[in-house]
């Protein structure tokens, strides 16, 4: 009898010390009102017997000890994945672990404008501290990983797709800058192929081109018009002239390596002042000039049915297009509001007959040649 009913007094108690234990695993926590979500920072190569450790610490558990024995006697480990985890303190412990485990990772929604330089897309994550400026720009600007992105250029300029994205802290950098890049091909990369077919250009030169269009100071309606005329430009080898290449470059070389403009007017004509100076030299800029969207990728794709290589300004900021350089002409002095010069006078050669007696003679040798 005795036995028995020290028997039935220790299940008794097991009863009572597993039912406090599974009440204290299932209790909700206490509220803190507007400061309820908490988050918790999970290093890289945490494991399941660190996280009791990590929600005490974050004040989201009254009795680690207690947590802890579940966790390593009860509970079947996972892998747990580092970041920032939003853990509400009205959670009960097991939920609490349960949001851990689960992966999902606190993301910081980013905009990126169309038309903004890779500059300002790492001045974007920055601010947001999604990663480290210097770093990032290492690898904006190494020629080998923009070959591993399936980018054949010397950086990833222009194809750091401009859109909202909703990114975790902690990312590898790699990982960061491939996820702007697979956007990029998710959703322009048809628009690229169809331009690069259409006017036989290289992946990388349509995007060149769409940056051109995208930060040019043209109006939407004419994107279509004014990428013509830099394809028209481009395949009649005449200089493509864009003030926003030239601006574009001259931020991106050190202002002592740029020459005088006394030394400058001296250089031969086809010398560039940078790569990106389009004034002097046929052809496409060193790089694309800021990061397209896909409405000028496709503006290039279509590009207007039309023989312009020269364009005028309006006072309301649309242009005139023109073919040939009396159509160009004619559209400055309408635009000024001036009359045309008077057309240069035709005058009609009069052939000399020679005098009686045979041909004139030669003038003397010291006379001044006409």
Not at 217 to 236: K, M
Request: aromatic share 6%; charged share 25%.
């Amino acid at each position: 009898m005795l036995l028995s009913i020290l028997y039935f007094g220790a299940v008794i108690t097991l009863a009572v010390v597993w039912g406090r234990f599974t009440d204290y695993l299932e209790a909700p926590g206490e509220s803190a009102g507007a400061e309820d979500v908490a988050v918790v920072v999970v290093p890289e190569g945490t494991t399941l017997t660190d996280v009791p450790q990590l929600l005490a610490k974050a004040g989201l558990l009254d009795e680690p000890e207690t947590f802890q024995r579940y966790v390593d006697e009860f509970h079947v480990p996972r892998p747990i994945k580092p970041g920032e985890y939003a853990v509400t303190r009205s959670m009960s412990p097991v939920q609490k672990l349960g949001r851990i485990e689960s992966g999902q990772l606190v993301t910081y929604t980013v905009a990126i404008r169309a038309g903004a330089t890779a500059n300002d897309v790492l001045e974007v994550l920055a601010s947001q501290t999604l990663g480290d400026r210097d770093v990032l720009a290492g690898l904006v600007s190494d020629r080998a990983f923009a070959k591993s992105l399936g980018v054949d250029g010397p950086s990833l300029e222009g194809f750091l797709y401009p859109d909202a994205y909703d990114l975790p802290r902690g990312l590898d950098p790699k990982v960061l800058l491939a996820q702007l890049v697979d956007r990029f091909r998710a959703q322009a990369g048809e628009a690229v192929e169809a331009a690069a077919k259409a006017h036989e250009l290289s992946a990388y030169e349509v995007v060149t081109v769409a940056s051109l269009v995208e930060n040019a100071e043209v109006p939407h309606a004419e994107r279509r018009l004014y990428a013509r005329l830099l394809l028209n430009r481009l395949a009649r080898k005449i200089p493509l002239s864009s003030r926003a290449a030239y601006e574009y470059g001259e931020s991106r070389v050190d202002p002592s390596e740029l020459e005088p403009a006394a030394v400058r007017r001296k250089r031969r004509r086809r010398e560039r002042i940078h790569p990106w100076d389009t004034s002097r030299v046929a052809g496409l800029p060193k790089t694309p000039i800021c990061n397209p969207g896909v409405e000028s990728i496709r503006a290039v794709a279509n590009a207007a049915d039309s023989t312009a290589v020269y364009m005028v300004r309006r006072d309301d900021g649309t242009h005139v297009y023109c073919a040939d350089l009396e159509c160009y002409d004619a559209a400055r002095y309408q635009v000024r509001g001036l009359a045309p010069p008077p057309p240069t006078p035709v005058v009609p050669e009069v052939p000399i007959e020679p005098p009686p007696g045979g041909a004139p003679e030669s003038p003397p040798s010291e006379s001044p040649s006409p």
